[in-house]
């Protein structure tokens, strides 16, 4: 089997690895499994707001029949009531388009998203934080990459998450730690390019 792109040799990884601080600050938020048809249902039935870039959207009529929302002031004032129904499938939609990282795991959905999206959409969320990508390509079948930052990391008290995606890594790391893991970082490159 042909190993996947990108860099592979654990010390070029950590030597060259250039730390980039993302703007903004992220969130993780999850949505159940089990609520999703049913939430998505009774949105569209008490008129949840469609998704931003539409203007006119399908619906259910009260009736339960397919039908059209219009200009119609109160419909549209109906549409932006506030949804009852908590991290639910009706807001996922409008997670999608914005999220860092989409994962489904057993017990539901996470995303992760800016904090001022998730405030917008009144979800219930946790771990501010902000997000580290290491700029070099790193192959997915590396060794090691993860387990020498993250290891170093602890070592100074940062908590972290990391997140694999096919060309870089991201660390995500609570805002207070943002500039620390940083110089943590760039203090474990400096060590690697001098060997």
Do not use: W
């Not at 569209?44 to 469609?50: E, V």
């Not at 790193?138 to 990459?145: E, I, K, N, R």
């Amino acid at each position: 089997m042909a190993r996947a792109p990108g860099e592979h040799e654990l010390s070029q990884l950590l030597s060259s690895m250039e730390p980039t601080l993302v703007d903004g600050v992220f969130v993780f938020t999850t949505f159940a499994y089990g609520d999703e048809t049913a939430a998505a249902i009774a949105a569209m039935r008490s008129g949840a707001t469609p998704p931003p870039t539409a203007t006119t959207v399908p619906s259910i009529a009260s009736d339960g029949t397919p039908g059209e929302i219009d200009d119609d002031p109160q419909t549209k004032q109906r549409m932006t009531s506030s949804n009852t129904l908590t991290n639910s499938s009706s807001k996922l939609c409008h997670v999608r388009d914005d999220a860092i990282m989409i994962f489904r795991e057993r017990e539901g959905t996470t995303a992760i998203i800016s904090r001022e999206k998730a405030e917008r959409l009144d979800l219930d969320y946790q771990f501010p934080c902000r997000m580290i990508t290491l700029t070099i390509h790193s192959s997915l079948d590396a060794v090691g990459f993860l387990a020498a930052i993250t290891t170093h990391l602890a070592s100074s008290g940062i908590p972290t998450n990391a997140v694999s995606a096919f060309f870089h890594d991201h660390l995500f790391v609570p805002v207070e730690y943002a500039f620390d893991t940083l110089s943590a970082l760039q203090t474990l490159a400096q060590a690697h390019s001098q060997v």
